[in-house]
C-alpha cells in the first residue's frame, strides 16, 4: 500500500514549469532516490514534498493524509541537506537534542535519544565538541542524527554526500545504506550521482525537464531502459548506441546491417511496427573482443586500452567512424591501432526507434 502518494504534482516558478505533473507512490520503507541531471527538478520535488517550497497544483498525502497545505513543520518529515547546517556555536550534543528541547521532550528521553543515536552514528567521543572541530563526515553525520532522534516517518536527502571526498562519500553511503536496513524508514534521496543512486536505491526515480522518466529497481533500469536517455544516464562507460539500417525480415528474424555487417535480432522481442533504421544499444560488458573475422558481428580498429586494474575498456572506432567501448580482460593484450572483432551478445541487446524510445524487450532469463 502507498504511504507517500503523489498525484499530478506542479510547480511553477514565475514563468518557468519545474515540475510538470508528477505522478509516484511511495511504499512505507522504501529507500528511493531522485535522480538526474542538473536542473530537472530532483531538488524542487523533494523541497515540495518537505514543504520548503509550497505546489503549484497536486496533491501529496503521506500515511493517509493529505499534506499538500501543511507546514513544514507538521509534515512529520525531517530533512538533511548537502551544507549541514548545524548550529555553529552549539556543541554536538546540543545539536542533536535541539529540536527535542523545542518540542519540550523531558531531559531524560533526551539524554536516552541522543545517547542512542550518538552510539550508532558513531558520535560518543564527540558529543562535546562544536560543528568546527569536526571533520565534514563527521558534521554530516552530526546532521544525519539530528534528523533521526525527530524519529520522522520519512527521510528526506538532498545531495547529503556532494560535500565530501571520493573516499568519504563512499564510507558515508554504506553507512546509509546500514541506516536504512536496522531503522527501515522510509528514505528519499536526491542525487546527480548514478552509481549513489544505483548503490543506495530500492526504487530509483529517473527525472528529466521536470518529468519523470522511468521508476524502477537499479537492475531494471540498467537492463530494460525505456528510452534513450535513461540508457545514457545510468551506466559507466555509458551504453554504446549504434545506428543500424534493417535489411530485411524474415520469419522470426531481423535483420540489420552495418557497413557491411549484419547482425540477426529476433522479431519475437520487438513489441511494435519495425521501423527502416534502428538504433542498436549494446553495453560495454556485452560486446566480446574476438580473435577470427568470422566470429565477429562487427570489426573496427583499436584508439586506445584504458586499463583499470580489474578490467580494461577499449575504445574501437566502427567503420562508420563512431568509437564505442567493449569491456576486455584486465590482462588483455590489444594494442592501439589493431584491428579487432566484435561479438555483441544479442540476448542482451536493445533496440531504439529514432525518436529515442526503447522498441525491444529484453527476455526475462537472459
Ligand atoms: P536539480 O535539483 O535537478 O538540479 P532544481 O530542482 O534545483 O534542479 O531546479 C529545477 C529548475 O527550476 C531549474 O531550471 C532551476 O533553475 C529552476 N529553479 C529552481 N529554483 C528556482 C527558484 N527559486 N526560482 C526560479 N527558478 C528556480
Keep these: 500500500m502507498s504511504y507517500l502518494t503523489i498525484t499530478d504534482l506542479q510547480k511553477h516558478y514565475d514563468s518557468y514549469h519545474a515540475l510538470r505533473g508528477i505522478n509516484l507512490s511511495i511504499t512505507e520503507g522504501e529507500f528511493v532516490v531522485f535522480v538526474g541531471p542538473s536542473g530537472c527538478g530532483k531538488s524542487t520535488l523533494l523541497r515540495t514534498i518537505a514543504g520548503l517550497e509550497s505546489s503549484s497544483g497536486g496533491t501529496i498525502e503521506l500515511d493517509n493524509r493529505d499534506i499538500t497545505e501543511l507546514a513544514s513543520s507538521k509534515r512529520d518529515l525531517a530533512m538533511v541537506f548537502q551544507s549541514y547546517a548545524l548550529y555553529p556555536h552549539m556543541t554536538v550534543a546540543d545539536n542533536l537534542s535541539?529540536?527535542?528541547?523545542?518540542?519540550?521532550?523531558?531531559?531524560?528521553?533526551?539524554?536516552?535519544?541522543?545517547?542512542?543515536?550518538?552510539?550508532?552514528?558513531?558520535?560518543?567521543?564527540?558529543?562535546?565538541?562544536?560543528?568546527?572541530?569536526?571533520?565534514?563526515?563527521?558534521?554530516?553525520?552530526?546532521?544525519?542524527?539530528?534528523?533521526?532522534?525527530?524519529?520522522?516517518?520519512?527521510?528526506?536527502?538532498?545531495?547529503?554526500?556532494?560535500?565530501?571526498?571520493?573516499a568519504l562519500r563512499v564510507q558515508m553511503r554504506l553507512e546509509l545504506a546500514r541506516l536504512h536496513k536496522k531503522l527501515g524508514t522510509t528514505m528519499i534521496y536526491v542525487t546527480h550521482d548514478q552509481v549513489e543512486a544505483m548503490t543506495l536505491a530500492d526504487r530509483v526515480v529517473i527525472l528529466n525537464a521536470g518529468q519523470i522518466e522511468q521508476v524502477g529497481t537499479p537492475l531494471e533500469l540498467y537492463r530494460q531502459p525505456n528510452s534513450r536517455f535513461v540508457a545514457e544516464?545510468?551506466?559507466?562507460?555509458?551504453?554504446?548506441?549504434?545506428?543500424?539500417?534493417?535489411?530485411?525480415?524474415?520469419?522470426?528474424?531481423?535483420?540489420?546491417?552495418?557497413?557491411?555487417?549484419?547482425?540477426?535480432?529476433p522479431t519475437n522481442r520487438i513489441k511494435e511496427a519495425i521501423p527502416s533504421s534502428v538504433i542498436l544499444g549494446i553495453r560495454p560488458e556485452h560486446l566480446t573482443l574476438v580473435e577470427k573475422?568470422?566470429?565477429?558481428?562487427?570489426?573496427?580498429?583499436?584508439?586506445?586500452?584504458?586499463?583499470?586494474?580489474?578490467?580494461?575498456?577499449?575504445?574501437?572506432?566502427?567503420?562508420?567512424?563512431?568509437?564505442?567501448?567493449?569491456?576486455?580482460?584486465?590482462?588483455?593484450?590489444?594494442?592501439?591501432?589493431?584491428?579487432?572483432?566484435?561479438?555483441?551478445?544479442?540476448?542482451?541487446?536493445?533496440?531504439?526507434?529514432?525518436?529515442d524510445r526503447v522498441i525491444s524487450v529484453i527476455p526475462e532469463e537472459a
Excluded: C, W
Design 293 to 355: 573475422d568470422e566470429d565477429g558481428d562487427f570489426s573496427g580498429f583499436v584508439e586506445l586500452v584504458e586499463h583499470l586494474g580489474s578490467e580494461a575498456y577499449a575504445h574501437i572506432q566502427l567503420p562508420n567512424n563512431q568509437t564505442i567501448i567493449a569491456k576486455a580482460s584486465a590482462r588483455s593484450s590489444i594494442a592501439d591501432g589493431q584491428e579487432v572483432h566484435l561479438k555483441v551478445d544479442i540476448a542482451e541487446a536493445i533496440l531504439f526507434n529514432n525518436e
Design 98 to 166: 535541539f529540536a527535542l528541547r523545542l518540542a519540550k521532550v523531558s531531559d531524560e528521553e533526551i539524554q536516552e535519544k541522543v545517547r542512542s543515536v550518538s552510539a550508532s552514528l558513531q558520535l560518543d567521543a564527540l558529543l562535546d565538541r562544536k560543528p568546527k572541530e569536526l571533520s565534514g563526515g563527521q558534521r554530516q553525520r552530526v546532521a544525519i542524527g539530528r534528523a533521526i532522534v525527530r524519529q520522522p516517518k520519512v527521510f528526506l536527502f538532498d545531495e547529503p554526500l556532494s560535500n565530501l571526498d571520493a
Design 233 to 265: 544516464f545510468i551506466g559507466t562507460p555509458k551504453m554504446n548506441l549504434i545506428p543500424m539500417n534493417q535489411v530485411e525480415q524474415q520469419g522470426d528474424n531481423l535483420t540489420l546491417e552495418l557497413s557491411g555487417h549484419k547482425i540477426n535480432f
